[in-house]
């Protein structure tokens, strides 16, 4: 039976089988079970379809991963082309092939001359979780194996291993059992909620230094270093104030503690510089990397490391245990290599700091400037953030926040329009090939959904 005569199974039998076997990720699977799931079925560029037929807008480009869109045939070929030729190969006994040799010579011609050396995984969870290890071994060859504390944030988000969660700043996950020794966590730089009195630059002056008095309570010679999203993520794209960056970098290197930036969310082509580390203008020592990577079409992660870090591991370190069974897979290297030429080739990432970045964010602060349910508008490129709040002015937010921004999250859906909510925020981040005809049905979605929110909640 070839693929179109396949029969096609009802959404009520997907959605059974569904409850049967899987648990779904950050939500009450009891719950959803009695819902049912949306069964998605095919994409072509920013569009999605479920199984009714039923077109969504995806405006959070999956999980911030597909960068390039659904549907495009140079990654399917470069997996299929691959898939015949070398399936699947090792980094083990002293061996490489040829896709993942191509890839790091494409990605270090577009990474910072700084950076020399990847340790490649299948997801930015596992990068982060290589990463605790590689810092900490890092300071043992130096002689300095008390230098093992690691520092991240409040509110960050780092992914769901056991170390990765531990190194995140998700209290609730926290709480299910994800924690590990010797992880501290200072405060966010979330201007809008914790600002006080205080200007964004002073705020950004204040956060920052929170690093530094953490590292004094711990002492210098136990921190390894310090941890931390260039803008946060799943915590709400909160973008710090111009002032913390460089702050945060000059309290690194005056107590010689390394800076980590993970970049799953931020690299290749978000923020419209390739990395979103260049667009707040500091260089860390570490970057983590996925998502982006290949574009989503296929696992794929890693750990960048400074030429700093390198020299260290190879020249001093001897045998380095670590390895994961599908370390630069090779279909996961074609595919990414595909990728990113793609992204470089047809001037993508130009084109999101240039034209469709200002685009977005124009128009968002336009329709959402004055709007009575909008406190905030943050973002850059093709990533945005509304900040729900009950006044403006004194910055107040909503007590049911949360409410409020999961309700609009779910009219969005019914409106064919796929954004997330996180806390009191609606976060959003299309795919970076979307036209200006993508941007205008995503901002005129989400203030059909937003003035939807606000009317049911009695403020317009």
Known sequence: MTAQEKPVRSTGDYQAADAAHHIHAFLDQKALNAEGPRVIVRG?????????????????????CTNLGYGRKDLAAAASQQLEQLPYYNM???????????????????????????????????ANEVLIRTVRRYWQILGKPQKKIM?????GYHGSTLGATALGGMKFMHDMGGVIPDVAHIDEPYWFAHEGNLTPAEFGLRAARQLEEKILELGAENVAAFV???????????????????????????????????????????????????????????????KGLTSGYIPMGGLILSK???????????VFAHGLTYS???????????????????GIVSRVKHQTGPYLQRCLREVFGNHPLIGEVQGTGLVAALQFAEDKA?????????????????????????????????????????????????????????????REFGRL
Request: with cysteine; aromatic share 10%.
């Open 92 to 126: 083990f006994f002293h061996t490489t092939h040829p896709a993942v040799v191509e890839l790091s010579e494409l990605l270090f011609s577009l990474l910072p001359a700084h950076y020399s050396h990847a340790i490649y995984t299948n997801s930015g969870s596992e």
């Open 308 to 318: 700093r870090m390198a020299q260290v591991l190879v020249e001093q370190g001897g």
């Open 228 to 290: 931390a999203e260039p803008f946060q993520g799943a915590g709400g794209m909160i973008f710090p104030p111009e002032s913390y960056w460089p702050e945060i970098q000059r309290i690194c290197r005056q107590y010689d503690v390394l800076l980590c930036a993970d970049e799953v969310i931020g690299g290749f082509g978000r923020t419209g510089e390739w990395f979103a580390h260049q667009h707040f203008g500091f260089e860390p020592d570490t970057l983590s990397i996925a």
């Open 151 to 155: 520092i991240g944030r409040w509110n």
């Open 328 to 346: 630069g897979h090779p279909v996961a290297a074609a595919v990414a290599i595909a990728n990113l030429k793609a992204l470089r080739d047809e």
């Open 394 to 454: 004194s910055r107040k937010r909503f007590a049911n926040e949360n409410d409020m921004a999961w309700r609009c999250r779910t009219i969005g859906f019914e409106e064919g329009l796929i954004i997330r909510s996180t806390l009191g925020r609606m976060i959003m981040a299309p795919a970076l090939v979307a036209s200006h005809a993508d941007i205008d049905e995503l901002v005129d979605k989400t203030r059909t959904a937003v003035d939807r929110t606000a």
């Open 44 to 64: 072509e560029g920013l569009a999605l379809w479920d199984n009714d037929g039923k077109r969504y807008l995806d405006g959070m480009s999956g999980l911030w």
